[in-house]
């Protein structure tokens, strides 16, 4: 297993590496390749003093605007396909992602709610993320309750209950809409998902959250492991079942939440990437979800980088791309399901 992680740890990391110098190169702004690399070459701080000769509007494009820009969508990547990789292990269910069980919706709610009536200076910078943290976990315990029967939690029903919530919450946030008049584009923006007119700040705030969540799924990679064998017989080898579901649960919400009020509302990535990883490296969570992490981010850059370049100097919301891969994605699998289990989900 560590010859594997060493691997394919590496080869990911390499690949995540080659994927950022090309983002980094590339943009409207009209920068040649060796203006940018000179540009971040003299932030180092044993060059930062050399005379330079480019003007500050160049500087500000690719210090301020691309730089943050890539490393933000980096990590609003591995933010969600940590949270598919999550909710996947702990449902036994491979469809399950932030999008499917309708906590994104959740989460841009509580986003959207916050803009309307101009509330974001509340907390600060935290603001957003806590509420959308608030109404994605709602959000989630009402996936959970409409998908019981008898007590119990049936994973048959589960991304039907998301579908149906995720559409409740769609009207919802479009009610709003249609009563926000100042704020309608910035409400609309959570709901297309963009890492337009993002900063510096908003890596930083989301750091944390990915400090804090990586790790505990990591802890938890061996029980996840023995969650395929289903609960009972995960409890009959040592793993405090419901103890386990509910760190993983929060740990999940809380990726999505903070993704959600970065980017806005970003489709697919955390059902697409875990799905992608476990075909390559197998079904070890202790594999897949290190390198889920990483793939997510490649994932969300490349798209990113798409969505910024394809229509130059036009912009194509992010949301808008990653729907356009991961739906026909969505139906693969949906299709492949289907005939595994000779039956509906």
Same mark, same amino acid.
């Given at each position: &297993?560590?010859?594997?992680?060493?691997? %394919?740890?590496?080869?990911?990391?390499?690949?995540?590496?080659?994927?950022?110098?090309?983002?980094?190169?590339?943009?409207?702004?009209?920068? $040649?390749?060796?203006?940018?690399?000179?540009?971040?070459?003299?932030?180092?701080?044993?060059?930062?003093?050399?005379? =330079?000769? %480019?003007?500050?509007? +160049?500087?500000?494009?690719?210090?301020?605007?691309?730089? $943050?820009? =890539?490393?933000?969508?980096?990590?609003?990547?591995?933010?969600? @396909? /940590?949270?598919?990789?999550?909710?996947?292990?702990?449902?036994?269910?491979?469809?399950?992602?932030?999008?499917?069980?309708?906590?994104?919706?959740?989460?841009?709610? !509580? @986003?959207?709610?916050?803009?309307?009536?101009?509330?974001?200076?509340?907390?600060?910078?935290?603001?957003?993320?806590?509420?959308?943290?608030?109404?994605?976990?709602?959000?989630?315990?009402?996936?959970?309750?409409? $998908?019981?029967?008898?007590?119990? &939690?049936?994973? +048959?029903?589960?991304?039907?209950?998301?579908?149906?919530?995720?559409?409740?919450?769609?009207?919802?946030? $479009?009610?709003?809409?249609?009563?926000? +008049?100042?704020?309608?584009?910035?409400?609309?923006?959570?709901?297309?998902?963009?890492?337009?007119?993002?900063?510096?700040?908003?890596?930083? &705030?989301?750091?944390?959250?990915?400090?804090? !969540?990586?790790?505990?799924?990591?802890? %938890?990679?061996?029980?996840?492991?023995?969650?395929?064998?289903? +609960?009972?017989?995960?409890?009959?080898?040592?793993?405090?079942?419901? #103890?386990?579901?509910?760190?993983?649960?929060?740990?999940?919400?809380?990726?999505? @939440?903070?993704?959600?009020?970065?980017?806005?509302?970003?489709?697919?990535?955390?059902?697409?990437?875990?799905?992608?990883?476990?075909?390559?490296?197998?079904?070890? %969570? #202790?594999?897949?979800?290190? /390198?889920?992490?990483?793939? !997510?981010?490649?994932?969300?850059?490349?798209?990113?980088?798409?969505?910024?370049?394809?229509?130059?100097?036009?912009?194509?919301?992010?949301?808008?791309?990653?729907?356009?891969?991961? @739906?026909?994605?969505?139906?693969?699998?949906?299709? #492949?399901?289907?005939?595994?289990?000779?039956?509906?989900?």
């Amino acid at each position: &297993m560590t010859y594997k992680l060493v691997w %394919y740890g590496g080869a990911a990391m390499l690949l995540l590496a080659i994927s950022i110098v090309i983002s980094l190169s590339i943009g409207s702004a009209g920068i $040649s390749i060796r203006d940018v690399w000179g540009i971040l070459l003299h932030q180092l701080p044993w060059l930062a003093d050399q005379p =330079v000769s %480019y003007s500050p509007g +160049e500087i500000a494009i690719v210090t301020q605007v691309r730089l $943050s820009r =890539v490393w933000l969508a980096v990590l609003v990547g591995a933010c969600l @396909a /940590l949270a598919g990789t999550g909710f996947q292990g702990v449902l036994r269910n491979p469809l399950a992602d932030p999008y499917t069980l309708g906590v994104a919706s959740g989460s841009s709610v !509580g @986003a959207a709610f916050i803009i309307l009536f101009g509330l974001q200076t509340a907390l600060g910078l935290w603001t957003i993320p806590l509420v959308a943290f608030a109404t994605g976990t709602v959000t989630l315990l009402g996936v959970f309750w409409l $998908s019981r029967d008898k007590g119990v &939690m049936q994973i +048959e029903t589960l991304i039907l209950s998301g579908v149906i919530i995720q559409s409740f919450l769609g009207a919802f946030v $479009s009610f709003m809409v249609s009563l926000s +008049e100042g704020v309608v584009n910035q409400i609309l923006f959570w709901l297309m998902g963009s890492l337009a007119m993002r900063s510096w700040d908003n890596v930083y &705030m989301l750091i944390p959250f990915l400090a804090l !969540g990586l790790p505990l799924l990591l802890v %938890y990679g061996k029980s996840l492991n023995l969650f395929v064998l289903g +609960e009972r017989h995960a409890a009959h080898l040592g793993v405090r079942v419901e #103890r386990t579901k509910l760190i993983i649960l929060i740990s999940s919400t809380l990726l999505t @939440a903070a993704a959600v009020s970065v980017s806005g509302v970003i489709g697919f990535v955390g059902l697409v990437v875990p799905h992608l990883i476990r075909l390559m490296v197998g079904p070890d %969570y #202790r594999l897949i979800t290190p /390198l889920s992490a990483i793939g !997510g981010g490649i994932f969300v850059l490349w798209a990113d980088t798409l969505a910024r370049m394809a229509l130059t100097p036009r912009e194509i919301p992010l949301g808008v791309v990653t729907a356009l891969i991961g @739906a026909p994605f969505f139906a693969y699998l949906l299709h #492949r399901r289907k005939l595994k289990t000779g039956g509906p989900l």
